[in-house]
């Protein structure tokens, strides 16, 4: 697996309802209707932002118990998980398990989206799911109309990427760079995260101190008032403006 193969491909939000996301994404931040479907337990919809990036929300579906249920029940709404789409599921989740990550959730029974995902307590606190994607195979999502949204705001932000905590260097170092291809470079404090093929870039806080865990989804190109507006509490996630 190269880094130039791997694609940084959305960070994705857990709400109750999809609905409640629309004020804040489109109306506020200006999100384009990209793409939704049913999944297993959930129903999702991504939103296309100036610059590329991606968000994705989603909301539980289906009897109470679901992963969706018990995540909104256990955490509340916010950052659920981040995606990265890579060339040979199998390879990543051996580069995984050398690095002493446990595999969850593999399945690679579409050929259309095999999927398989770094479990939360040894990922720093966030789910990662690896996918590889082909598109020739059939699609990733069924053609689901885009949720009832205000109208679309006229200045659309650009989404930079997700700002975490990690408890040392050395574990950001292995997850983003070993793992998930990132190529590292340093900004003051933070650890950066990039992919050649991607929008979407990893900002890590190191702080031994402090749970490790989503922070933030950073943002540029809004005034700073804007994203303070209520809807972001529905959300159950910060976002930050940044140069």
């Known amino acids: 697996m190269t880094r130039e193969n791997v694609h940084f491909d959305h960070i994705a939000l857990g709400v109750a309802s999809i609905e409640s996301s629309t004020p804040l994404l489109v109306g506020v931040l200006g999100g384009e209707p990209l793409a939704g479907g049913p999944g297993g337990g959930f129903r999702a919809f991504q939103w296309r932002f100036d610059g590329g990036g991606v968000i994705e929300v989603l909301e539980p579906a289906g009897p109470p118990g679901g992963f969706m249920h018990r995540f909104l029940e256990q955490r509340g709404p916010g950052v659920h998980h981040v995606t990265f789409k890579v060339p040979d599921l199998d390879a990543a989740c051996d580069r995984a398990r050398s690095a002493g990550y446990q595999i969850v959730g593999y399945d ?3 050929p259309a989206w095999k999927e398989a995902f770094l479990h939360p307590k040894q990922a720093q606190g966030i789910v990662v799911q690896l996918a590889e994607s082909d598109p020739q195979a059939g699609g990733e999502w069924s053609s689901d109309a885009p949720p009832p949204a205000p109208p679309r705001a006229p200045a659309t932000a650009i989404v930079v990427g997700l700002r ?17 291809g990132g190529v590292e470079t340093r900004r003051d404090d933070l650890l950066l995260y990039t992919w050649p093929a991607s929008f979407l870039r990893i900002a890590v806080e190191v702080d031994e101190s402090a749970p490790p865990g989503p922070l933030a989804i950073e943002l540029s190109g809004v005034p700073a008032g804007l994203v303070l507006n209520d809807p972001a509490a529905t959300l159950g996630a910060r976002f930050l403006l940044v140069s």
């Open 108 to 110: 690679a029974s579409d």
């Open 164 to 180: 975490l905590r990690a408890a040392s260097v050395e574990l950001a170092r292995r997850q983003w760079h070993e793992v998930a």
